[in-house]
């Protein structure tokens, strides 16, 4: 096999998760994913679409219909124009994402990756054979944010991609405007790629009105050299449906139809029209959505308030909560202790970057928040034996 497939770390979620697997006592956080099923008018569209036999191969870059809901979701979430031939439809975010740097990246090219992050940003590149460079966020007081001199210094002209998750799993970290426009003004002048991961943009708290995460989308040009990952899983409810996009400039879609024919072929017909009624009625679900991770956030942070041995800031955006266990403890040693000793599930930091050693992330997206403060009073139980 490949070196670089021998030597990928297996995730440490699922290691974790393996531990507690079929334990009924046992409160799971460590996935990303909302306990909510979708939504019955996004099953139901599945449902027709396959009653009315809907089996069949469709278009590499997606449904008509899906491209022109999703163009006129983003022109209007971004209040500018998105044109359908830059939207490519695909299997879900991750393989929006792996699309992308097939298109972009060849073995050997360097890949600059903000971290800590969700373990496939990385892996990806050095699937490809990529020189994987990464640029650390900053923890203070519980709270990460981004050394943004440092991450300008470290683009070169030989960084081929930035690829940067705002808002951002597992730190709950955003991108301000400020921020987006001196990397995105860096990125120009070395002829840099940017693949944002904007998977998290509507789970946003620090805007009112349902207002969306700033975006690169919102001050780039359209033949920019960025491309844009998004996924109905999070916002929609969607986690088993592998239903995502990608914004494109406009010269790269064809290409990328391509890439997706020697890939999946296309996402499954009766998935796209559930994502076309999903988009439809929007309304009806994601302000829902964010609604209830709001109440969840602030209900785990005032449960978790007390604890004076952990640390944690409420995240701007996104479904996680990152905490920082008591000093000088193992956080995967700690997360299994966690499962086997008080039922408690939650993901090791260490999952998410080197830095990230001796933090965990509890994913607090539930419909019921008693889950959470059951949870975090197993966690106090657990610390008051330390
Ligand atoms: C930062 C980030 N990007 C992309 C994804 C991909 O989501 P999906 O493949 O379910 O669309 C996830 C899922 O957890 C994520 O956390």
């Not at 951002?168 to 070395?190: D, F, H, M, V």
């Not at 998004?230 to 064809?254: A, E, I, N, Q």
Request: hydrophobic fraction near 45%; include cysteine; charge should be negative.
């Amino acid at each position: 096999m490949r070196q670089a497939v021998q030597h990928l770390q297996a995730s440490k979620i699922r290691e974790l998760a393996n531990a507690g697997l079929g334990r009924s006592d046992v409160l799971a956080f460590w996935f990303g994913e909302s306990d909510e099923v979708t939504p019955d008018f996004i099953r139901q569209a599945a449902i027709d679409s396959l009653q009315a036999g809907e089996t069949f191969y469709a278009h590499n870059l997606g449904l008509p219909e899906l491209r022109q809901a999703i163009s006129t979701e983003m022109s209007q979430r971004h209040s500018l124009p998105i044109h359908h031939q830059r939207i490519a439809v695909t299997s879900g975010g991750v393989n929006a994402l792996m699309l992308a740097m097939q298109a972009l990246v060849d073995a050997g090219d360097e890949v600059l990756v903000v971290t800590p992050v969700w373990p496939n940003l990385t892996a990806q590149p050095q699937i490809l054979g990529a020189h994987l460079k990464t640029l650390s966020l900053q923890p203070a007081h519980g709270r990460w944010s981004l050394p943004l001199e440092k991450l300008l210094n470290s683009i070169t002209t030989q960084t081929r991609l930035l690829v940067i998750n705002s808002p951002n799993n597992p730190t709950g970290w955003t991108l301000n405007r400020q921020e987006q426009q001196a990397i995105l003004a860096k990125c120009r002048s070395t002829g840099t790629w940017i693949l944002a991961d904007e998977v998290y943009e509507n789970l946003f708290f620090l805007a009112s009105n349902n207002h969306c995460a700033p975006s690169f989308l919102d001050i780039a040009q359209a033949d920019d050299r960025l491309v844009v990952a998004h996924s109905f899983s999070k916002s929609f409810l969607m986690t088993g449906w592998r239903l995502g996009w990608l914004v494109l400039p406009p010269d790269m879609t064809d290409h990328i139809g391509k890439l997706i024919e020697f890939n999946t072929s296309c996402a499954s017909v009766f998935v796209q029209r559930a994502g076309v009624v999903a988009l439809q009625r929007a309304q009806e679900v994601t302000p829902r959505v964010v609604e209830q991770l709001r109440l969840c956030r602030d209900a785990l942070a005032g449960a978790l308030g007390g604890m004076s041995q952990i640390e944690f800031a409420l995240p701007d955006g996104g479904m996680y909560l990152f905490l920082r266990a008591p000093q000088g403890i193992d956080d995967l040693q700690m997360a299994k202790q966690l499962v086997c000793e008080v039922g408690l599930g939650l993901a090791p930091g260490s999952a998410f970057a080197p830095e990230a050693q001796g933090w965990l992330r509890w994913c607090f997206a539930s419909k019921e928040i008693d889950r959470l403060r059951q949870g975090a009073q197993r966690l106090e139980d657990w610390l008051s034996k330390l």
